[in-house]
């Protein structure tokens, strides 16, 4: 079972816009996390959010969690072509003494030049 | 530094046939993890290593074994491939806590 839903599975922007892409979640998390997929690559960390942090950012990145709605937001700012990929936000829980992740299915993001 | 390596990149297998995939970290990260992730879905954890010599079974072990062979290497096998394993493989190294760091992934067909 997945823990993390994004929402929407698939979103088109052009240059220069914003894009925000939401997660919820089911249980209770120790942080939450959002990564980047290219087309036939593998995942790249983008940032960590714990569960007592509200919000955060890195660069163009902003990310916000709301745990009463156990919700989290990442928006991109000012978007670019090069920002065209799968986005995957994580649960982290420990479990069986270590941080386990269980990933949510993705958002596909095209930004159009 | 390399980060977390993975070989092979692709691989076609006969079903019934077995093979081992390789993982190695450079990061001296403790735990190591291997997942499958299928078109549309997001990753699936099929067994981790929360340190050197401790293996435990994540959530889609049937089919799989796995090794620790030291703090560097992880490797996955397929003792007899099946069709419902064509997937792509990654492989994950953190800290815990932290940020898990994938390789690039292995592309297997089961036929």
């Known amino acids: 079972s997945q823990q993390g839903e994004e929402d929407p599975q698939a979103l088109s922007i052009q240059e220069g816009e914003n894009a925000t892409m939401n997660c919820s979640y089911k249980t209770s998390i120790n942080n939450l996390q959002w990564y980047r997929q290219n087309s036939g690559r593998g995942l790249v960390h983008l940032i960590l959010?714990?569960?007592?942090?509200r919000e955060k950012h890195s660069g163009r990145l902003r990310v916000t969690l709301d745990t009463s709605k156990k919700s989290s937001s990442l928006l991109i700012t000012a978007s670019r072509a090069a920002d065209t990929a799968s986005y995957f936000c994580a649960t982290a829980m420990f479990s069986g003494g270590y941080n386990k992740l269980i990933f949510g299915a993705g958002t596909r993001l095209a930004v159009h030049p | 530094n390399a980060g977390v390596t993975q070989t092979p990149k692709f691989q076609v297998l006969k079903t019934g046939q077995s093979m081992t995939l390789q993982c190695a970290q450079d990061?001296?990260?403790?735990?190591m993890y291997w997942y499958r992730q299928d078109p549309g879905m997001g990753l699936r954890l099929i067994y981790y290593?929360?340190?050197?010599?401790?293996?435990d079974k994540g959530e889609v072990p049937n089919g799989y074994n796995v090794s620790r062979l030291n703090k560097r290497e992880f490797s996955l096998r397929l003792e007899s491939a099946a069709p419902s394993q064509t997937s792509v493989y990654f492989c994950?190294?953190?800290?815990?806590?932290?940020?898990?760091?994938f390789g690039p992934g292995t592309r297997l067909t089961v036929t």
């Open positions: 959010i714990r569960s007592n942090e």
């Open positions: 990061m001296n990260h403790n735990s």
């Open positions: 994950a190294s953190s800290e815990a806590g932290g940020a898990e760091y």
């Open positions: 290593s929360a340190s050197e010599g401790t293996t």
